[in-house]
């Protein structure tokens, strides 16, 4: 949107509208790398989804969604035209949170551009490493469980990443040894 609150200039419908077909966002943070948005989506009872969202395309969430009626992410990606699959699901449902990603976060080499983000339903900070052109998801793993609910996870102005549980808001360090 333009600071006026109009369509801004290439938007791919006219309108205010960038993509469509999500649903549920908790999560949104723009790559520092290649400038791509990446989200995090809370499903119904399954499905729980990291997407790159892309100019104008369709994430396929409508009334048609029910978990189980198809093979997963399908049976919840599958309304309106060529609907765009998640690069991650989760079944059973990890209700992602917050994204942030790692430029000088001081987690080490393996989280050097990485994109963290946080899982409500188990407590977890997870860390995905992206493909060499930034457009795939080459690996997610849990980096730490934490034993309370994550809400969602930022870059501070220092670069560190910080995460928000119902105890307080803590910073992200690397493990020692």
Do not use: H
Not at 36 to 44: A, K
Not at 77 to 92: A, E, I, S, V
Request: aromatic share 10%.
């Amino acid at each position: 949107m333009t600071p006026e609150g109009e369509a801004a200039p290439g938007n791919p419908f006219g309108s205010r509208v960038w993509a469509y077909g999500i649903r549920n966002s908790f999560g949104l943070a723009f790559d520092p790398v290649t400038g791509n948005l990446w989200e995090t989506e809370n499903g119904p009872q399954c499905n729980d989804e990291l997407n790159r969202i892309v100019r104008g395309r369709n994430y396929g969430w409508g009334p048609n969604a029910a978990c189980g009626t198809a093979t997963a992410p399908s049976d919840t990606n599958r309304d309106g035209p060529d609907p765009q699959m998640p690069l991650r699901w989760f079944t059973p449902t990890i209700a992602p949170t917050g994204v942030a990603f790692c430029e000088d976060c001081e987690l080490g080499p393996r989280s050097v551009d990485a994109l963290f983000f946080g899982s409500f339903n188990t407590g977890q900070l997870w860390r995905a490493v992206l493909s060499s052109d930034r457009t795939r998801v080459r690996r997610c793993d849990v980096v730490a469980t934490l034993g309370d609910l994550v809400l969602s996870l930022e870059v501070g102005p220092d670069g560190a990443i910080y995460y928000s549980t119902y105890l307080g808001i803590r910073r992200l360090v690397r493990k020692a040894g």
